[in-house]
């Protein structure tokens, strides 16, 4: 065998004269210096693939709702350590107090909704989404059957206790739309922080709130229980093109623009992995989501949360993909009933990029 020659060591003894011992020298330098190039040059791929940030704290409102489950998912799949992230999850009351946590610091990325970068930017505050998680709401309005036995339109919501996830939240922006197309703005009722989860249930039973606007599995078991009269309902696709007029990008990964353009590594093994769980959410299983997600999501009824999945499974986001017309769609609506959102001053190209989950995509061929 042939030693590979080091640069530092090039001139090579021939036996066939100056000229023979010259083209030697020339050969094995270029060998030489093709082989340090190759060896400087892997190193130098891998750092640019390794995360920038590998310790990330996501904020989330009501992680137990289906709104959220491409998160949980992908959580507990362990897919964000494969791609060798360390993600510490706090779960809060609703988006708008998601959304505090990222805008205070003290969380890196929210899992929240799409609107929320709108709204922010209205403030000239600039958040970008970069993977999505739902591609409808997912979001149900529901009136007491117990409260008001007696309702006929949304003008008879006027004066009555609205339960919401948390004031400010997604659940609050599609029941400020509902209001407005009965020409009711938000003061005209009382909004009520309820949760997502087992409060939701207890509020609304118990005659706390007159209404609820909410997420499964909660509007599924209101609703079959018969606690509840659905008067809006963006769980399904055809719901929320009927209530927004298109499609209505819903829960995703964002994060203030800085930090996406200061950690794009970063942002990229959040998409790999959250598009990864998606993959496995289209071929998943009722016995598979059992299996997977945490025993207390279930609030007490297996039946009835894996009948609350299939109504919601077609609003999952199959790809991470934001659709071209859903941003549109969803300032148009901020824009129809809250004043502080100008349609004109917005520049949704800032709101979203379709760069990190398109890689993804192509890479798990989701």
Known sequence: MVATPKLDSISIKATNGPRSNLMLNRRHFSCAVALGAATIGVPR??????????????????????YYLPLTITEQLG???????DVEISDFAGGSRALQAVVGGSADVCS????HTINLQAKNQFFQAFVLEGRAPQIAVGVSTKNMPSYSSIADLKGKKIGVSAPGSSTNMVANLVLSRAGLSA?????????????????????????????DPVMTM??????????SDTR??????DVFGGPMPAACLYAPLDFVQKNPNTCQALANAIVRGLKWLQTAGPSDIIRTVPETYLLGDRALYLASFDKVREAIATD?????????????????FDPAVKADKIDLAKTFTNDFARRAKDRFKA
């Open 45 to 66: 791929v891998w750092a640019q693939a390794k995360p920038e940030k590998t310790k990330i704290a996501l904020a989330v409102g009501g992680k137990a709702a289906f």
């Open 320 to 336: 991470g993909m934001v659709p071209a017309d859903g941003p549109p769609t969803a300032l148009k609506a901020l824009a129809s």
């Open 79 to 85: 897919y964000f350590k494969a791609e060798g992230l």
């Open 187 to 215: 003061s005209d009722v009382s909004y009520i922080g309820v949760g997502v989860a087992a409060g939701a249930l207890t509020a609304l039973r118990s005659g706390q709130i007159d209404a609820i606007s909410n997420t």
């Open 236 to 241: 399904t696709l055809k719901g929320t093109r």
């Open 222 to 231: 209101l609703e079959q229980k018969g606690d509840v009269k659905i008067i």
């Open 112 to 115: 929240g909704a799409y609107e």
